[in-house]
Every structure is written in structure tokens, then in C-alpha cells.
């Protein structure tokens, strides 16, 4: 058929009538505060991201039917980096420039952080990191609710030694999160009187670990400590426990079951493995209890036992900056950090949240627990542990243009 | 001693491991020439059929040999008559095809498992061997590889079957003369590739962290194993494997396994540089 003008211009007509609804704006509605996320929610991070962006969706959720923060509706814009680190910077200039979003909660990776803090930072975009991490950022416009190594791994390696001997031999990944954390466990084993045997880094895809668990056995340690992160690392305890090694020589992990990889393993696999952590889904507070309900009324119920620490930080973190931008007033940024170093605290499904203005971390209560039948049973708890560890290094009441990542030299 | 007995075990698994994830990809691409970059995506079905019918109650052993390989070959042959059918001859188009079937399975695995299924454990334990702790799942495998190996040469040498299969490869066009149809013939092999892909991935199964992307950290090495193999399926999957396999378990022995995926990569471009044919186009040249 053949296009003259007058068909084009009816078509054109046509199309632009099918598109003209979104241009069309109801002159009343309220603007509403703009949230950006940025998370792997497909890829080999998937079992991070994806019950993190179920968590946020909740937290948007719970606000907007509260009726919204300051009377305006949250607006939640999500992208998806799909395990990919060069989407994140892609995504974060996206937010920042043509989204303009008040703020940002994303990254999930050590390497995923910095890879968009500083383009953040440059955009005065609030940001909030929301995971559990190796220490160390020090930066005014970042907000970090996830525990670091002081705050965890300080009461995991003296519980573990006192349980099982001197003696440790690390495996960590092979990136910034995964060197660090070695670092960090070598410390506090030598604090505590015992030595490191040795250290092996894994790349992100390694998946065969036979002849790791051959050098282990050569070694002989008290235990093995992992940081080990993400899918194809899940092959280490499978492997370990084909060897018939399960019974032998002991696992702690800073790592695993923050994605609710307890799950993957098999209880014959997982069993004994001791973790520190900020949650645990076995946790029976109020806050939980109601957390995991209203989880199950938004996702189905059969998605509860996909709630992992990563998940309720993030729910943490949204639900904290609602809090403060309700008592600021505001979304501004410099109202908010304001208000967020003012003492300000919430009672989060992991227990009570708040910051440390000095170096806007956050102080939260950790649990030691043990893998048992796909549950991570909690063993001893200590309450409001403030981040020590990067308190050593930054002080933004006294350098408040400090803009570092800190990496503790042993 | 004993340190020798593991190191030459955990050798033998990785020449294992080696053919095991090639063998589907060796059908397929050696006797067809077709590219299928979903072979990853096969295996990673094979797991996934074989965690589901471990949990439904069926035995692991007949899920991992033969459920596994029967669901993927029955997938394999809905492919070959959707897809393949259509591109044999056109390499660039069956390159672009199964692109778009392994993102298409990745993504159909996502939905319907999720990222969090639990896996199944290994069926036979560890033993000692001297004062370390052998996994005996790994003479498993290898068992499993000899016996690839080993049917496969049979079946192709000695029964009506692999001679049929073997003449349609070198020309389709004497065999349909002499009254065998190329197109039922194509169909068989593609099903016995996938199968042996979905038996690869069945077997493999209790041993990793089984995700809808597991599938594509193997496709770069079994391409690698296979065109370094050359010609010949069984010589050439067998040689290529031993040495590859022994190349990368000696260097991840001395210092981990990055160098050993190193050595391996390097190992494969000088053999591709020395002996463009593979390894079989200039040693065991004619064998099967």
C-alpha cells in the first residue's frame, strides 16, 4: 500500500493520540520524592538482589500507604545491573542526571559501591549503602546501614576460636571486599592469640575447588574461615562435604547465608557452619514478626524463607531515611544528613538501628548463629555495636569533605 | 606419597570433567558443524531435571543417567525440530539462534526455579586415602567418562547405527542416495548430543552451587576441548582433554586455580597455533 500524505498524517495523528495519556498530568497530584535503586536483581547475584528489591518494594510500599512521606508519594525507580559492574555506573549517572531522584539506595559488591559513590557524591545525591561490607568508606554524602568487620567478625573469631582451636586457614574472593575481610580476619585471629595458616583468593567464577581442598587438608587447620561470595563459590561447601570433610575440620563464614545460601546447601552440608551477622530470620521480636507477616501478604507466603540480611538491611536503610526525611521536613540532602546525624533511631525487624555522626555508619545489634536445618539459629547476641572499625580511620565531624575508602593495613 | 596418589586422582577428574561437558558439544559440533552456544544451557537443564526428580523420590543414580539425559534429548530434539532444522549450513545463523535459546532457557530457568533452589548431595561419601580425604564422587565421574568414552567408539564403530551416522556426516548426499534419510539422521545425533549434555549436567549436579547461569561458565571450555580435539569425537575429545586437563590441574596445583585457567587458555592457543587441524588432524589421524 502505498504511504501517501494523507495516511501519514492520519497515522500520525493516530500515534500521537495512543501516546498522548502519559503527557496528560493531573494538575492536583501531589510531586512525588523520588527513590533510586540500583541492584543486581538477575545474574550471579541474583540470590542477593532479588529478595533486596522485594524488601524495597515492601518499604515503598509500607510508606506510600501511610500516606506517603511530607503528604507526597515515594516514587520507587529501580534498574536492574544484572551482575554486570559497568551497568552500575551507567545506571547511577542515569538516576542522577535524567531521573533526578532525591536518593539512591544501591550496590550490592564492595566493587558495585565504589563504583558509583563518587558519581553520586558529585551529584550531591544522597546515597545509601545498605550492606554488610569490609569498612573503611568515609564520605558525608554516604550512608552505610550494613556491619562491618569490628562489628561482627570481632565477637565471630573469639566464639569460634574458643570453640574449636588456634589454628584458621582463609579463602576469600578475589576483590576488594575479598581482601579486605581476609585482612580483617587475620587481625583479630592474631589478636586473640592464634595464627593464620594461609590465605587463597578466588575469582568471582571460580567454581572447582579440589585441589583447594586438598592444599587445607596438607595445612591441617582448627578451622576454615571463608569469605567467599556469590554462586559459583556455593561449590566450595558441596565439594568440601563430597570429600567427606564436613565432620572433619570446622567452617565459620563472614559471607554465607547473607543470601540465603543456607538454603541452597543441603542441611547435611550447611550443618555446624557458624555465621555473625545483623538478622536472622529465626530472630522472635515483635518488629520481625510483623516484617516477615507483612512480607507474606505483599510477596506469598512461600517467599518468606527467601528474606535474608542483605533484604532487611536494605528495608532498614529505606525505612531510616523516611525517618529522617519526616523529621528534616524535607528530601533535601543536607536537611536529611542533618536530621540522620541527630540520633535519630528506628526499630527495624533486625533490632534498633541509628547512626554514628561520625562516621554515618550505623550502630546495630549482631547475632553469632549456626546453620542447623536450614535455619540460622542464633547462639549469642550482643546489642548496639557501634562500627569501630572505621570510627579508627574517619571523622567526618572534624573532616566533613573527607571522601576515602580506608583499607586497613596489617 | 599419598600427596601423589590425590594429585593424580584429581587429575584424572579433570580430564574427566573435561570430556564429560564436551562429549554433547563433540556430537553436535564435530560430526554436524553446528554451533550450539545453548550447550551450557543444556547441562544447566540436565541439573536442574535431575534436582527435581531427586525430590519427587526417583533414586539419584536413575535420575542423574537416566532421567537427566531423557529430558534434555526430548528438549534437544524439540530445538533441533523448531531450529536447527531450519539453519544447517548457515553457521553465523545457528550462532545467533542458540544465542537467543540459551538467554531464552536462562530466563525460562529463572521463572521456574528461582535462585535459591536447594541442591542435592553428593551420593557417595568421601574416603581416606593415606591422611587426606578424597571425594569418592570423583571416581564417579571418572567412571562415568571412561564409559562415554568407551560406548561411544563402540557405537560408532561397530554398529549399523554409527556407521549410518558416520556416512550421513561425510556426505548426506551418498547416504540418502543409498535410501537413509540425512534429516532423520541429523535428528538422532542432535538428540544424543543433547542428552549427553543433559547427562553431563545431571552428573555434575551434586558437585556446584546449581544456578540458571551455571551453564555459561563451561561453554567457552568445551568449545576449546572440542576444536582442539579435531576431527575424530572419541581420539580427539580424548586427547585434547587429557592435555588440557593435565596442563591446568598441575599449574592450579602450584599456585591456584586462576593460573591454572591461564595455562589452560595459553595451553589451548598454542595448540590451535601448532596444529591448526587439532590434535587429531596430524596424530591419529583417520581413527574415529
Same mark, same amino acid.
Given at each position: 500500500m502505498a504511504i501517501n500524505r494523507r495516511t501519514m498524517l492520519k497515522g500520525a495523528a493516530a500515534v500521537s493520540a495512543l501516546a498522548a495519556p502519559p503527557f496528560?498530568?493531573?494538575?492536583?497530584a501531589e510531586t512525588p520524592i523520588k527513590m533510586g535503586t540500583v541492584f543486581d536483581i538477575t545474574g550471579i547475584f541474583d540470590a542477593y538482589g532479588r529478595p533486596i528489591d522485594m524488601a524495597v518494594r515492601l518499604a515503598v510500599k509500607q510508606i506510600n500507604d501511610a500516606g506517603g512521606l511530607l503528604g507526597r508519594p515515594v516514587e520507587h525507580i529501580s534498574y536492574d545491573t544484572q551482575s554486570d559492574m559497568a551497568l552500575y555506573t551507567q545506571y547511577a549517572q542515569q538516576l542522577t542526571r535524567? @531521573?533526578?531522584? @532525591?536518593?539512591v539506595h544501591g550496590g550490592i559488591l564492595s566493587a558495585s559501591r565504589e563504583a558509583i559513590r563518587q558519581t553520586l557524591r558529585r551529584a550531591n545525591t544522597l546515597y545509601f549503602y545498605n550492606i554488610q561490607y569490609e569498612g573503611g568508606v568515609c564520605d558525608r554524602n554516604c550512608f552505610v546501614t550494613g556491619v562491618t568487620p569490628a562489628q561482627t567478625t570481632e565477637v565471630q573469631i573469639p566464639h569460634t576460636m574458643e570453640k574449636w582451636g588456634k589454628t584458621v586457614y582463609i579463602l576469600a574472593a578475589d576483590y576488594n571486599y575479598g581482601q579486605l575481610m581476609a585482612r580483617w580476619i587475620q587481625k583479630y585471629v592474631g589478636d586473640n592469640g592464634g595464627e593464620t595458616l594461609a590465605v587463597e583468593f578466588f575469582p568471582l567464577d571460580v567454581s572447582d575447588f579440589g585441589s583447594t581442598i586438598t592444599n587445607i587438608q596438607a595445612a591441617g587447620p582448627d578451622m576454615v574461615y571463608s569469605a567467599l561470595v556469590g554462586g559459583p563459590h556455593m561449590s566450595f561447601y558441596r565439594q568440601w562435604a563430597a570429600a567427606g570433610m564436613k565432620d572433619r575440620i570446622p567452617i565459620a563464614s563472614?559471607?554465607?547465608?547473607?543470601?540465603?545460601?543456607h538454603l541452597v546447601l543441603t542441611p547435611e552440608e550447611g550443618n555446624g557452619i557458624v555465621v555473625c551477622y545483623n538478622y536472622s530470620p529465626e530472630l522472635d521480636t515483635p518488629a520481625n514478626n510483623q516484617f516477615k507477616a507483612a512480607w507474606a501478604e505483599m510477596h506469598g507466603a512461600n517467599t518468606v524463607p527467601q528474606i535474608h540480611e542483605l533484604a532487611v538491611s536494605n528495608y532498614q536503610g529505606v525505612m531510616l531515611w523516611a525517618e529522617a526525611v519526616k523529621a528534616a521536613g524535607t528530601p533535601d540532602r543536607d536537611a536529611v544528613i542533618d536530621a540522620l546525624e541527630g540520633g535519630l533511631e528506628l526499630e527495624g525487624p533486625a533490632g534498633k538501628v541509628s547512626i @554514628?555522626?561520625?562516621?554515618?555508619h550505623a550502630t546495630l545489634d549482631v547475632h553469632i548463629m549456626e546453620m542447623r536445618e536450614q535455619r540460622l539459629d542464633v547462639l549469642e547476641s550482643f546489642a548496639s555495636r557501634e562500627p569501630i572499625d572505621t570510627q579508627l580511620v574517619c571523622d567526618l565531624i572534624a573532616n566533613p569533605d573527607d571522601n576515602m575508602h580506608y583499607e586497613i593495613d596489617i | 606419597m599419598d600427596l601423589a596418589a590425590v594429585f593424580t586422582i584429581e587429575i584424572l577428574y579433570s580430564i574427566a570433567v573435561l570430556v564429560l561437558i564436551s562429549a554433547g558439544l563433540a556430537v553436535v559440533f564435530g560430526m554436524m558443524?553446528?554451533?550450539?552456544?545453548a550447550h551450557g544451557e543444556f547441562m544447566m537443564m540436565g541439573g536442574y531435571a535431575t534436582i527435581v526428580a531427586v525430590q519427587a523420590g526417583i533414586n539419584i543414580f536413575v535420575a542423574m543417567l537416566v532421567v537427566a539425559p531423557l529430558v534434555v534429548g526430548i528438549i534437544g530434539l524439540i530445538v533441533e525440530r523448531l531450529v536447527i532444522r531450519h539453519l544447517y549450513g548457515r553457521l553465523v545463523d545457528t550462532l545467533l539462534a542458540t544465542w537467543g535459546l540459551s538467554l531464552a532457557f536462562i530466563g525460562l530457568a529463572v521463572m521456574i526455579f528461582g535462585n535459591t533452589t536447594t541442591g542435592v548431595s553428593t551420593p557417595i561419601a568421601g574416603f581416606t586415602l593415606g591422611r587426606f580425604q578424597v571425594s569418592g564422587y570423583n571416581f564417579f565421574i571418572i567412571v562415568v567418562a571412561t564409559l562415554l568414552l568407551v560406548g561411544g567408539y563402540i557405537v560408532l564403530r561397530a554398529t549399523r547405527v554409527g556407521l549410518v551416522a558416520r556416512g550421513t556426516m561425510q556426505s548426506a548426499d551418498m547416504a540418502s542416495a543409498l535410501g537413509y534419510s540425512p534429516d532423520r539422521v541429523y535428528m538422532s545425533t542432535f538428540f544424543v548430543g543433547s542428552a549427553l549434555a543433559g547427562l553431563a549436567g545431571g552428573v555434575m549436579a551434586p558437585l556446584v552451587g546449581l544456578m540458571p547461569t551455571w551453564g555459561t561458565a563451561y561453554i567457552a571450555k568445551a568449545f576449546i576441548t572440542v576444536i582442539s580435539g579435531g576431527a575424530s569425537i572419541v581420539f580427539g575429545l580424548f586427547s585434547s582433554a587429557t592435555v588440557l586437563g593435565v596442563v591446568s590441574q598441575t599449574f592450579t596445583f602450584l599456585s591456584g586455580p586462576v593460573i591454572g585457567e591461564v595455562a589452560l587458555l595459553v595451553t589451548a592457543i598454542v595448540l590451535l597455533r601448532l596444529l591448526p587441524q587439532g590434535i587429531t588432524g596430524y596424530f591419529f589421524r583417520g581413527r574415529l
Amino acid at each position: 500500500m502505498a504511504i501517501n500524505r494523507r495516511t501519514m498524517l492520519k497515522g500520525a495523528a493516530a500515534v500521537s493520540a495512543l501516546a498522548a495519556p502519559p503527557f496528560i498530568r493531573n494538575a492536583f497530584a501531589e510531586t512525588p520524592i523520588k527513590m533510586g535503586t540500583v541492584f543486581d536483581i538477575t545474574g550471579i547475584f541474583d540470590a542477593y538482589g532479588r529478595p533486596i528489591d522485594m524488601a524495597v518494594r515492601l518499604a515503598v510500599k509500607q510508606i506510600n500507604d501511610a500516606g506517603g512521606l511530607l503528604g507526597r508519594p515515594v516514587e520507587h525507580i529501580s534498574y536492574d545491573t544484572q551482575s554486570d559492574m559497568a551497568l552500575y555506573t551507567q545506571y547511577a549517572q542515569q538516576l542522577t542526571r535524567q @531521573d533526578n531522584v @532525591d536518593v539512591v539506595h544501591g550496590g550490592i559488591l564492595s566493587a558495585s559501591r565504589e563504583a558509583i559513590r563518587q558519581t553520586l557524591r558529585r551529584a550531591n545525591t544522597l546515597y545509601f549503602y545498605n550492606i554488610q561490607y569490609e569498612g573503611g568508606v568515609c564520605d558525608r554524602n554516604c550512608f552505610v546501614t550494613g556491619v562491618t568487620p569490628a562489628q561482627t567478625t570481632e565477637v565471630q573469631i573469639p566464639h569460634t576460636m574458643e570453640k574449636w582451636g588456634k589454628t584458621v586457614y582463609i579463602l576469600a574472593a578475589d576483590y576488594n571486599y575479598g581482601q579486605l575481610m581476609a585482612r580483617w580476619i587475620q587481625k583479630y585471629v592474631g589478636d586473640n592469640g592464634g595464627e593464620t595458616l594461609a590465605v587463597e583468593f578466588f575469582p568471582l567464577d571460580v567454581s572447582d575447588f579440589g585441589s583447594t581442598i586438598t592444599n587445607i587438608q596438607a595445612a591441617g587447620p582448627d578451622m576454615v574461615y571463608s569469605a567467599l561470595v556469590g554462586g559459583p563459590h556455593m561449590s566450595f561447601y558441596r565439594q568440601w562435604a563430597a570429600a567427606g570433610m564436613k565432620d572433619r575440620i570446622p567452617i565459620a563464614s563472614t559471607t554465607l547465608g547473607v543470601g540465603s545460601e543456607h538454603l541452597v546447601l543441603t542441611p547435611e552440608e550447611g550443618n555446624g557452619i557458624v555465621v555473625c551477622y545483623n538478622y536472622s530470620p529465626e530472630l522472635d521480636t515483635p518488629a520481625n514478626n510483623q516484617f516477615k507477616a507483612a512480607w507474606a501478604e505483599m510477596h506469598g507466603a512461600n517467599t518468606v524463607p527467601q528474606i535474608h540480611e542483605l533484604a532487611v538491611s536494605n528495608y532498614q536503610g529505606v525505612m531510616l531515611w523516611a525517618e529522617a526525611v519526616k523529621a528534616a521536613g524535607t528530601p533535601d540532602r543536607d536537611a536529611v544528613i542533618d536530621a540522620l546525624e541527630g540520633g535519630l533511631e528506628l526499630e527495624g525487624p533486625a533490632g534498633k538501628v541509628s547512626i @554514628d555522626p561520625q562516621t554515618h555508619h550505623a550502630t546495630l545489634d549482631v547475632h553469632i548463629m549456626e546453620m542447623r536445618e536450614q535455619r540460622l539459629d542464633v547462639l549469642e547476641s550482643f546489642a548496639s555495636r557501634e562500627p569501630i572499625d572505621t570510627q579508627l580511620v574517619c571523622d567526618l565531624i572534624a573532616n566533613p569533605d573527607d571522601n576515602m575508602h580506608y583499607e586497613i593495613d596489617i | 606419597m599419598d600427596l601423589a596418589a590425590v594429585f593424580t586422582i584429581e587429575i584424572l577428574y579433570s580430564i574427566a570433567v573435561l570430556v564429560l561437558i564436551s562429549a554433547g558439544l563433540a556430537v553436535v559440533f564435530g560430526m554436524m558443524r553446528v554451533i550450539n552456544l545453548a550447550h551450557g544451557e543444556f547441562m544447566m537443564m540436565g541439573g536442574y531435571a535431575t534436582i527435581v526428580a531427586v525430590q519427587a523420590g526417583i533414586n539419584i543414580f536413575v535420575a542423574m543417567l537416566v532421567v537427566a539425559p531423557l529430558v534434555v534429548g526430548i528438549i534437544g530434539l524439540i530445538v533441533e525440530r523448531l531450529v536447527i532444522r531450519h539453519l544447517y549450513g548457515r553457521l553465523v545463523d545457528t550462532l545467533l539462534a542458540t544465542w537467543g535459546l540459551s538467554l531464552a532457557f536462562i530466563g525460562l530457568a529463572v521463572m521456574i526455579f528461582g535462585n535459591t533452589t536447594t541442591g542435592v548431595s553428593t551420593p557417595i561419601a568421601g574416603f581416606t586415602l593415606g591422611r587426606f580425604q578424597v571425594s569418592g564422587y570423583n571416581f564417579f565421574i571418572i567412571v562415568v567418562a571412561t564409559l562415554l568414552l568407551v560406548g561411544g567408539y563402540i557405537v560408532l564403530r561397530a554398529t549399523r547405527v554409527g556407521l549410518v551416522a558416520r556416512g550421513t556426516m561425510q556426505s548426506a548426499d551418498m547416504a540418502s542416495a543409498l535410501g537413509y534419510s540425512p534429516d532423520r539422521v541429523y535428528m538422532s545425533t542432535f538428540f544424543v548430543g543433547s542428552a549427553l549434555a543433559g547427562l553431563a549436567g545431571g552428573v555434575m549436579a551434586p558437585l556446584v552451587g546449581l544456578m540458571p547461569t551455571w551453564g555459561t561458565a563451561y561453554i567457552a571450555k568445551a568449545f576449546i576441548t572440542v576444536i582442539s580435539g579435531g576431527a575424530s569425537i572419541v581420539f580427539g575429545l580424548f586427547s585434547s582433554a587429557t592435555v588440557l586437563g593435565v596442563v591446568s590441574q598441575t599449574f592450579t596445583f602450584l599456585s591456584g586455580p586462576v593460573i591454572g585457567e591461564v595455562a589452560l587458555l595459553v595451553t589451548a592457543i598454542v595448540l590451535l597455533r601448532l596444529l591448526p587441524q587439532g590434535i587429531t588432524g596430524y596424530f591419529f589421524r583417520g581413527r574415529l
